[in-house]
């Protein structure tokens, strides 16, 4: 069974508008780290945004923050006031204990694209 | 800078003609580890190492090798490389695996087995 399902291969949005990426998870455990991450067309991976299993708020770091219910286990990136350089792959991505919390477990990524 | 240095970036070679991917960390990082990308698979994990001379492996280590002599260095050695091993390879880092450390990548190494 897929450890963390990204339902949309593609997202279109304009720029100036909110776009959410969806990502849902599976786990037993009770403690466990989501993530996502941006790859531009460049190739890097970087680190946008992390929730914790135990976080009662939200995770937000500038324009990007994370919906998180954890009872329907999703973790959904929210985008606010897209821009061009928003344009890219976006992974979800969760660290479990029942890995040791020694891997990521990856989606399969959202292409994003941003037009003006 | 903290960073993850992958060498080389990009690399077309022949079946069979052994191969090294270096990593280094200057991050001082306990954990290091290493994926390929493949299009709609996502990343998948191929060896990860929680500290020197610890290694283990992921979910997809056929074809390849590792060793953590040194806790900055983590050397990925394809042995006798063949075309499926074509690929995007990132090698990330973290400090020892507790669930909120995020996980620092490599810039990629861009593989083709011909």
């Known amino acids: 069974a897929q450890k963390i399902t990204q339902t949309q291969p593609g997202m279109f949005v304009q720029e100036k508008e909110a776009v959410t990426l969806d990502c849902t998870y599976d786990t037993s455990d009770q403690s466990y780290g989501l993530f996502w991450y941006k790859q531009p067309s460049s190739g890097e991976m970087i680190f946008l945004i992390y929730q914790g299993s135990y976080d009662e708020q939200n995770a937000t770091e500038g324009r990007y923050s994370l919906n998180f219910q954890k009872a329907r286990k999703s973790a959904n990136l929210v985008i606010s006031a897209s821009q061009l350089g928003d344009s890219a792959m976006y992974f979800c991505?969760?660290?479990?204990?029942?890995?040791?919390?020694?891997?990521?477990?990856f989606g399969t990524g959202t292409r994003l694209l941003v037009s003006p | 800078e903290a960073q993850v240095t992958q060498n080389p970036r990009y690399l077309i070679t022949v079946t069979g003609k052994k191969l090294t991917v270096t990593c280094s960390q200057n991050m001082n990082h306990e954990y290091m580890s290493w994926y390929r990308q493949d299009p709609g698979l996502g990343l998948r994990q191929i060896y990860y190492?929680?500290?020197?001379?610890?290694?283990d492996k992921g979910d997809v280590p056929e074809g390849y090798k590792v060793s953590r002599k040194e806790k900055r260095n983590f050397p990925l050695i394809l042995e006798s490389p063949s075309p499926n091993q074509t690929s995007l390879y990132f090698c990330a880092s973290s400090p020892q695996g507790f669930s909120n450390q995020p996980q620092h990548f490599g810039d990629g190494t861009r593989l083709s087995i011909l």
């Open positions: 991505a969760m660290r479990e204990p029942n890995t040791g919390f020694q891997k990521l477990v």
């Open positions: 190492s929680m500290n020197v001379e610890v290694t």
